[in-house]
């Protein structure tokens, strides 16, 4: 039918524009209170004393849950701790600790909104206080090693790092990258029921099934008397895979009020607890021929952490993978600060390595007199040299040759400041690569084919906005023989078969296997039916001559011989066919390396008197493997490109030193794109075909085009300025000093 790939319109777009999808704080739920966090205002001590007797005497309030009142949780609410994503060190009321600023101390609970915000004012919190440790390079010195960098060592060795090999040119220096907070267009929010000693959550998530397992293990509850819903997500990148302390705090306070209760972040309460990118500094050294074979690579990171929790940004990996180098040590370090615990941040690990690396190589390429594509030729890896293994897929070469040709890179000069355009501005042309890993793991899918003819198909999976309801429609359809339009998918509920974090671009790769092993069960069960019944046209068909096409189940050697696929269910009495399947990856990635690659060209313009850098262009090539829908990949992968953008020229979360405050918590004053910074955005998607990633070859796109975005602006600052800035954001400041 030709379903998979097709550009198909959202299925929930309609809900979505005529704002009839019901996202997390939607919920009117009978009886509901309005909860409010009260946050901390210094980095480090403890609680001497709380006052909430005003507080509770004002109009409304129901409840003000301190920890000083707080009910005590199984383990002090840690039972659910250090299994990320789901599960995390959570501050649940359980003492009167302060370990950043802006962490939840209190809850307010009252008839209405306005109520609780004011009552959360008239609190009034005393502190013993302790020198919090805020200053990243005065906390180096303490820097230790992780016990990993997201399944993998901490540290890697190969080769000889002591050989010089011939080299003639060398690279060694250090890139950073800020704090950066999470900043979608739905804050966190959960709304959370009681009914006797089961709970439902309706919650904002990037995974349902471990917000059910982390609140059920750290209230002492068995994961079936939760019931989490999430069936729209606002935006999630990474900030809402984990449960965080405000959705038990949400459970802890309906508990306590006997009433249903919603807890919404303010937009300044998004800065700290419920994670962010760390900051990073990243050595990186290289070393290579005159010819540009690169002889030896290091890449050290070091990156913050809480003093709470280790969170790692595994900045490293991709150095271990991308290019062929014989001699090549990467590491890892943290150090601890008064922050509230980083998390997962689009393409988190890669997204930041690539800036270092990929800015280091151009840096090489230019101290070469090499041209920065043929650079990385040279280099290229047709398998991965970290772990000695062919990829699965790789189509890099043609993405840059692709890129390349669309961009026009054979008309650059090379020469920094050559270039010019018509009014004096500064030209600027840069590239970098982009990768990004091809992750998998177990899901679960229902599908049900209906009397009418139509089918439903389930699986506990997520949608942040990604498309995920239309392209497993699509795999449904194709699977089932019916037309999108009588194919109904279902997601976002722990009733539903499970699924995996909507996170590390793997919800494509894990649950389309499963809802089309699901459908293709359910389609060969209702062939089964038919051939079986005398009554049918059918009837003493062998199943494999049966298919079915666009709703008809029909002989493939006499296509005369068919009728709609609602006909065998009413003769047995109306009775839905259905079959429940889980797809699993097996043992493939013992054998191949996976991952997405691709190729970033950038433009920029630089005005030369007052520094204004303005993003002209950006042409890129991927390969992803199969697309489901070309549509909402193109509108994936341009998000991610803007958000590297975002990520190259404006953001920062500005870490005041001395009170620990995020000092521009808030969307006037962290500084994200518009549409007029962005120009234009060119993508091709190249052919690919990975059979060993999964049965439909897909690969997830949420990543990967943030990765190499960074690099490629900064290089092109670079060939426009002659001025390299190695620390992000790319600011006037920076390129005028």
């Known amino acids: 039918m030709n379903v998979i790939g097709a550009p198909l319109d959202r299925t929930d777009g309609a809900l979505k524009v005529t704002g009839r999808a019901r996202y997390a704080a939607d919920n009117p739920l009978p009886g509901l209170l309005h909860a409010v966090l009260v946050t901390s205002t210094v980095a480090s001590g403890d609680i001497a004393s709380m006052d909430i007797a005003v507080a509770e005497r004002m109009p409304g309030v129901r409840k003000v849950m301190t920890p000083f009142n707080a009910p005590r949780l199984p383990q002090a609410g840690k039972a659910a701790a250090g299994t990320p994503p789901a599960g995390r ?3 649940l009321l359980q003492d009167t600790e302060v370990h950043y600023n802006n962490q939840p101390l209190a809850v307010v609970v009252a008839d209405t909104l306005e109520q609780a915000r004011d009552a959360a004012a008239h609190i009034v919190i005393r502190y013993r206080t302790k020198t919090p440790v805020l200053d ?9 090693k992780p016990k990993e960098a997201k399944d993998e060592p901490a540290d890697s060795s190969r080769g000889d790092m002591s050989s010089t090999d011939g080299a003639a040119a060398r690279i060694d220096t250090t890139y950073s990258t800020p704090l950066e ?3 979608p267009m739905e804050p966190h929010a959960t709304v959370a029921a009681w009914q006797g000693d089961m709970l439902t959550l309706y919650d904002a998530t990037q995974y349902v099934s471990g917000v059910r397992k982390t609140v059920a293990q750290t209230l002492g509850l068995q994961p079936s008397q939760v019931r989490v819903v999430c069936p729209f997500v606002g935006g999630g990148f990474g900030c809402k895979g984990s449960t965080w302390s405000h959705v038990v705090l949400a459970a802890m306070a309906a508990r306590e009020a006997g009433h249903p209760v919603k807890l919404v972040l303010e937009r300044p309460q998004m800065f700290g607890p419920v994670g962010g990118r760390p900051r990073t500094e990243q050595h990186v050294v290289l070393a290579a021929r005159a010819d540009g074979t690169l002889t030896s690579m290091r890449h050290e990171v070091t990156a913050c952490t809480s003093f709470m929790e280790d969170w790692l940004e595994p900045c490293a990996l991709l150095t271990r993978m991308l290019y062929a180098v014989p001699n090549q040590q990467t590491s890892h370090r943290l150090l601890k600060l008064n922050i509230g615990t980083p998390t997962f941040m689009r393409a988190p690990g890669e997204a930041s390595g690539s800036f270092a690396l990929e800015c280091a190589l151009d840096e090489l390429a230019y101290k070469l007199g090499m041209d920065p594509v043929a650079l990385r030729l040279r280099n290229y890896a047709d398998t991965d040299p970290g772990k000695g293994l062919p990829f699965s897929s790789k189509s890099l070469r043609e993405c840059y040759r692709d890129a390349a040709a669309r961009f026009g890179w054979a008309q650059r000069n090379p020469a920094p400041r050559s270039m010019r355009t018509s009014d004096g501005r500064l030209v600027g042309m840069g590239m970098a690569t982009t990768t990004y890993p091809a992750n998998r793991s177990a899901a679960s899918a229902l599908a049900r084919i209906l009397p009418d003819g139509t089918a439903l198909v389930q699986s506990g999976s997520q949608d942040l906005g990604t498309g995920t309801f239309t392209v497993m429609t699509q795999v449904a359809a194709d699977a089932l023989g019916l037309p999108p339009d009588k194919v109904r998918f279902e997601l976002g509920d722990t009733n539903f078969p499970e699924a995996p974090v909507s996170g590390g671009s793997q919800s494509v790769t894990s649950v389309a296997p499963a809802v089309q092993a699901a459908s293709m069960a359910a389609r060969l069960a209702l062939v089964k039916l038919a051939v079986t019944d005398a ?19 029909q002989r493939r050697s ?5 009728e709609p696929v609602a006909a065998p269910i009413a003769r047995r009495g109306g009775q839905p066919v259905e079959a429940r399947m889980s797809a699993r990856p097996g043992d493939e990635r013992k054998k191949f390396s996976m991952h997405s690659f691709g190729a970033v060209f950038a433009e920029v313009h630089v005005d030369p008197d007052l520094g204004e850098i303005r993003m002209q262009r950006i042409v890129a090539s991927y390969g992803v493997g199969r697309l489901l829908n070309r549509k909402t990949a193109h509108s994936q992968l341009m998000g991610g490109i803007v958000w590297g953008l975002s990520m190259a020229l404006h953001e920062q979360a500005e870490l005041d030193l001395v009170s620990g405050r995020i000092a521009n918590g808030n969307l006037a004053e962290y500084h994200v794109p518009v549409n007029a910074d962005v120009g234009a955005i060119d993508i091709v998607v190249l052919d690919e075909d990975d059979p060993h990633i999964n049965a439909l070859g897909t690969k997830g796109i949420g990543e990967i085009g943030i990765v190499g975005v960074a690099a490629a602006l900064a290089n092109a600052v670079y060939h426009a300025t002659g001025k390299r800035i190695r620390d992000l954001p790319l600011t006037v400041d920076k390129l005028l000093a």
Do not use: K, Q
């Not at 990243?136 to 230790?144: I, K, L």
């Not at 062998?542 to 298919?547: F, G, I, T």
């Open 535 to 553: 009554a049918s046209p059918l009837s003493g068909a062998p199943p494999e001559d049966v298919d079915v096409v666009d709703g008809w189940l």
């Open 89 to 91: 060190v959570l501050n």
């Open 558 to 562: 006499d296509p005369s011989r068919r």
């Open 136 to 144: 990243f390079a005065a906390a180096r010195a303490s820097a230790y």
């Open 181 to 183: 907070t999470h900043n």
